[in-house]
């Protein structure tokens, strides 16, 4: 996973040297919306390995991307996940195993990630508006969330949050409108990692993907 990622920011360092030779366009752009967990993520049952009891929840994304020519774009996101988990729905499960349960309160899933970002914008003759599509790799740092259960015979048991590192892999596509220096777009895609959570007790992996849905503000600098 170290050599993929090690090749990964090569190849951006070797990009973005060669685009400095060329008249190229900077994008740096903030983005934030929706995160809906897909899946196992957000499935509700404890007999299903794998499910996550994840709501929607916030997405947050800083990106900076250096176009080489008028289509074609490498960059980099630093993107943070968060998704509460259906507290009701945990809570309905967790009695069907022990009935003395009577209340459960957790944290949040959480992940942040570094990826290294491939788009393809198109350009519309006469028009402000560009469509675009990316694809995105690199590592995710994840968090499971610590679980507080109160058993009516045993008192307050805790298990504590965990975290892992893993391969993420993302696709998405949006538009922008540009103005002057300035752009406003509407962005969609999924990202996929799959965390392994090393506890005290049983280690897991789980699969954390979701479907991100955004609103963005960039700002541009250069031109092709």
Same mark, same amino acid.
């Given at each position: ?6 090749? /990964? ?11 400095? *030779?060329?008249?190229? *366009? ?14 196992? %993520?957000?499935? !509700? ?5 794998? &499910? ?8 947050? $994304?800083?990106?900076? !991307? ?9 960059? #980099? $996101?630093?993107?943070? #996940? &968060?998704?509460?988990? $259906? ?9 069907? +195993? $022990? ?15 570094? +990826? ?8 519309? *003759? ?5 469509? %675009? ?5 690199? /590592? ?6 610590? #679980?507080?259960?109160?058993? +009516? ?13 893993? !391969? ?15 752009? /406003?777009? /509407? *962005?969609?895609?999924?990202?996929? !990692? ?16 979701? +479907? ?13």
């Amino acid at each position: 996973m170290k050599k993929i990622l090690a090749s /990964l920011f090569l190849a951006f360092a070797s990009f973005s040297g060669f685009s400095q *030779e060329i008249n190229s *366009e900077n994008q740096f752009k903030i983005n934030i919306g929706v995160a809906t967990p897909l899946g196992k %993520f957000g499935e !509700t049952d404890m007999k299903r390995s794998g &499910s996550g009891f994840a709501t929607t929840g916030l997405f947050l $994304d800083a990106g900076f !991307t250096k176009f080489v020519n008028k289509n074609f774009g490498v960059g #980099i $996101d630093i993107i943070h #996940i &968060s998704n509460n988990i $259906d507290e009701d729905a945990f809570l309905m499960e967790a009695r069907k +195993l $022990d009935q003395g349960i009577n209340s459960v309160s957790t944290t949040s899933w959480q992940s942040l990630m570094s +990826l290294i970002t491939l788009t393809y914008r198109y350009q519309i *003759e006469g028009s402000h508006l560009h469509p %675009f599509i990316k694809v995105s790799g690199g /590592l995710a740092h994840s968090t499971a969330p610590k #679980i507080t259960y109160e058993n +009516l015979y045993f008192g307050q048991s805790v298990r504590q949050d965990a975290n892992g590192t893993s !391969t993420a892999l993302g696709i998405g596509a949006g538009f922008q409108y540009r103005f002057n220096n300035l752009s /406003l777009g /509407l *962005e969609s895609n999924y990202i996929y !990692t799959k965390p392994e959570f090393k506890l005290l007790t049983v280690p897991f992996k789980q699969t954390m993907n979701t +479907l991100n849905s955004s609103i963005s503000v960039s700002y541009i600098w250069g031109r092709n």
